[in-house]
C-alpha cells in the first residue's frame, strides 16, 4: 500500500526573516512499509489508550509504550512480537504510571512515569538492560515530558501552586528543562485559581474549574517543542504562527512566521473535542463524579472554553531527520493540512495528512513512524518518506 502526498506552494512567506525565499518546493512520498494491526489472538498488540506512542532504535527495533497495561512492547523491524519489558509493579523495570518510552541518539533509553505531583525516570543501558529508576525531585506535576535525544534537555509541561493575594493559584509553564528538570526557558505561563476539592463541589463549581483549563487548547494558550539533530530547539505557541529557534545554551537563534487564515472548528470536530476531554476526565476522576460529566454538562464546558473561536493554528511541532520542521495543526477532523520548513526557516510547501497519525510520529532514518487509529483500533504503522525538489 502507498500513500502520495504531495507538497503544494503556497502564498504564505515567511516574514521575519529574509533568507531564502526562492528555495524549490519538495514533493514527498510516504510509503506504507509496515502495518502492525490489532489482534485479539495476541494480546500484545492490543492498546487502548490514544497516548500510546512509539520510540525507535537504530536497528529499526519498534518500542511501543502501553501506559494502560504500564508495559513497553519490543517489536522487531518485519513486526513481530520480541518481548515485554516492565508491566505493572514496584520492582526494578515495573512501572505503575508509564507516560512514555524514548530511546536515545546513543541507543540508551529512558522511561518516564508522572502522576500529579510524583514523577520517576527509568533508565536503561544500549541492550535495553534495566539500569536504574529515581524520583523526579521537583516539586511540580509534569505531562507530555520528552528528552532531546542526548538526553540533555527535557521538554513538556509542569504545574505548580502558588499562594498570589490570600488565593491559591495554579502555574501552568510548557517549558525547557535541564536535566534536574529546572525551567530553562519558558515557552508560555498561564496562571488560574486552583481546582477546588472535588467532594465540595457544585455544577457550577466543576464549570469554573474545567472551562479555564480547556481554554488552554481551544484558545491555543499551550506551548509547544522540538529539537533537531544539530540541537536546535523549536518552540511556538498555539494561537500564534511564529516559531523561535534556540540553540543548545538556550540563545534566540531565529524567530519566523508565516501567513495563515483563521478557522472555525466544524460540529464534528467540537464533538470530537468534548469526547477525548470527558474521556480523560473518567480515567482521572473517581467513578461518583462521572455522572456529572454528560454531553450536556460537556458542551456547556466548551461554550464558556471558546471551543466556538476560531481554532488554534499550531497543534504540535516535529523535526525530521534532514533538519526539515514539520509544522502540524491541532488535531481534528480526517486530514489537515501539514507546513513544512527548512532549518532556515524558509517555508517549503504543504500537505494534507491525518493529525491523529501525526500527533505521536517520530522520525529515524528517514522513515516514519506512528501509532494510528483505524476503526477504533490502534495499529502501528512504518512509513518510508520519500522528499524530492520540484522546479
Not at 44 to 62: E, I, R
Amino acid at each position: 500500500m502507498s500513500l502520495f502526498l504531495m507538497f503544494l506552494l503556497l502564498s504564505g512567506k515567511v516574514q521575519e526573516n529574509k533568507l531564502n525565499t526562492k528555495a524549490p518546493t519538495l514533493e514527498v512520498r510516504f510509503e506504507e512499509e509496515l502495518r502492525v494491526d490489532a489482534n485479539e489472538d495476541e494480546a500484545h498488540f492490543l492498546w487502548a489508550d490514544k497516548n500510546t506512542s512509539v520510540s525507535v532504535d537504530d536497528q529499526g527495533f519498534m518500542y511501543v509504550a502501553d501506559i494502560v497495561e504500564n508495559r513497553i512492547l519490543v517489536i522487531d523491524p518485519k513486526g513481530k512480537y520480541v518481548r515485554t519489558m516492565g508491566g505493572k509493579g514496584e520492582g526494578p523495570g515495573e512501572f505503575l504510571w508509564l507516560s512514555s518510552f524514548h530511546v536515545l541518539d546513543d541507543g540508551s533509553a529512558m522511561a518516564i512515569e508522572t502522576i500529579h505531583f510524583e514523577g520517576w525516570i527509568t533508565t536503561y543501558d544500549k541492550s535495553m538492560k534495566f539500569l536504574s529508576k529515581h524520583p523526579i525531585k521537583a516539586k511540580s506535576a509534569f505531562s507530555g515530558l520528552k528528552p532531546s535525544g542526548d538526553g540533555r534537555f527535557f521538554m513538556g509541561e509542569r504545574s505548580h501552586t502558588e499562594i498570589i493575594d490570600g488565593r491559591m493559584i495554579e502555574v501552568n509553564e510548557h517549558a525547557l528543562f535541564n536535566p534536574q528538570l529546572e525551567s530553562l526557558a519558558a515557552i508560555h505561563i498561564n496562571r488560574m485559581d486552583s481546582f477546588p476539592a472535588p467532594p465540595e463541589m457544585t455544577r457550577q463549581d466543576w464549570l469554573d474549574a474545567l472551562a479555564p483549563r480547556y481554554a488552554l487548547r481551544a484558545k491555543g494558550l499551550k506551548g509547544f517543542t522540538t529539537v533537531d539533530q544539530k540541537g536546535r530547539f523549536y518552540s511556538a505557541l498555539g494561537n500564534s504562527y511564529e516559531i523561535t529557534v534556540r540553540d543548545s545554551k538556550m540563545k534566540t537563534l531565529n524567530t519566523f512566521t508565516h501567513t495563515y487564515t483563521p478557522k472555525l472548528r466544524t460540529a464534528s470536530e467540537i464533538i470530537d473535542f468534548l469526547d477525548r476531554a470527558k474521556a480523560s476526565l473518567k480515567s482521572v476522576m473517581a467513578p461518583q463524579f462521572h455522572s456529572i460529566f454528560t454531553d450536556s454538562f460537556m458542551k456547556e464546558v466548551g461554550e464558556m472554553a471558546g471551543l466556538h473561536l476560531p481554532t488554534p493554528v499550531i497543534g504540535g511541532l516535529l523535526s525530521l531527520d534532514n533538519h526539515l520542521l514539520v509544522v502540524r495543526p491541532p488535531v481534528g477532523g480526517e486530514k489537515s493540512l501539514v507546513d513544512i520548513f527548512d532549518e532556515t526557516g524558509t517555508f517549503r510547501g504543504s500537505f494534507h495528512f491525518n493529525t491523529h497519525g501525526l500527533e505521536h510520529m517520530v522520525f529515524k532514518g528517514g522513515k516514519a513512524y506512528t501509532i494510528e487509529s483505524v476503526d477504533e483500533e490502534l495499529e502501528l504503522v512504518r512509513y518510508k518518506v520519500l522528499l524530492q525538489a520540484t522546479k
